[in-house]
């Protein structure tokens, strides 16, 4: 079956630090894949997508490659600022062309801490 | 932008009660979802609808149903609450092919 797997967490850097999160999935065919953001207190807000091997997803400065060949969709920035801190979610939506096309397959999801 | 309303931020409810959670989405969106957050699990979805009237079983849908009766609003029920059903409880919408959009959430405690 489908499924996504995220590093743990919580994940602590200081401001001004790259960030890493690394994120690996399982899926037949050629899913698209997903960076949710999920703030504090709030739902969670889409990130960055990509729909195809070697896309790359951006958005607030936050980076995503889709690389078929490891599966994996590892979030990167090279500068993190306080205003990151908040919960992270890798997702996949599977390929097929159904009314249900739009189901998401969800990580565990990685809290990351930014300090000063 | 897409709005998707959440009836209540917070809720809390006793066991054996009958409880309504309601989500409004105002894009005319075809698919709505019901996922519950829980520390070390991620999202799991509850029930999904594809369209009014229609509903499919998720990955966790034991002591849940649904209800769509009109496009924008889909209300997860929980017949008989119990106390592992304490829980935050997003509710998401979305085109075919298109990103979710989620709301901000339910907390409910079930005591």
């Known amino acids: 079956g489908n499924s996504v797997t995220q590093m743990e967490g919580p994940v602590t850097l200081s401001e001004e630090a790259f960030l890493t999160i690394n994120c690996t999935y399982t899926?037949?065919?050629?899913?698209?894949l997903f960076w949710y953001v999920q703030y504090p207190g709030e739902g969670l807000q889409l990130l960055l997508k990509?729909?195809?091997?070697?896309d790359k997803g951006s958005n607030k400065g936050f980076e995503a490659t889709y690389r078929k060949e490891t599966t994996s969709f590892h979030l990167e920035k090279g500068s993190v600022q306080v205003s990151d801190s908040a919960v992270y979610f890798c997702?996949?939506?599977?390929?097929?062309?159904?009314?249900?096309?739009?189901?998401?397959?969800f990580g565990t999801g990685t809290r990351l801490q930014v300090t000063l | 932008d897409v709005k998707v309303t959440q009836s209540s931020r917070y809720l809390v409810k006793r066991t054996g009660e009958k409880v309504f959670l309601e989500c409004v989405q105002d894009?005319?969106?075809?698919?709505m979802f019901w996922y519950r957050q829980d520390p070390g699990l991620g999202l799991r979805l509850i029930y999904f609808?594809?369209?009014?009237?229609?509903?499919e079983k998720g990955d966790i849908p034991e002591g849940y149903s649904v209800s769509r009766e009109k496009k924008e609003r889909f209300s997860l029920i929980l017949e008989s609450a119990s106390t592992n059903q304490t829980s935050m409880y997003l509710c998401?919408?979305?085109?075919?092919?298109?990103?979710?959009?989620f709301g901000d959430g339910t907390r409910l405690s079930i005591l």
């Open positions: 998401a919408s979305t085109r075919v092919d298109q990103p979710q959009h």
């Open positions: 899926a037949t065919g050629y899913p698209s």
């Open positions: 990509a729909t195809k091997a070697d």
């Open positions: 997702a996949l939506r599977r390929p097929e062309l159904t009314g249900t096309a739009s189901k998401l397959t």
């Open positions: 894009m005319d969106h075809e698919n």
């Open positions: 609808s594809y369209d009014v009237k229609m509903k």
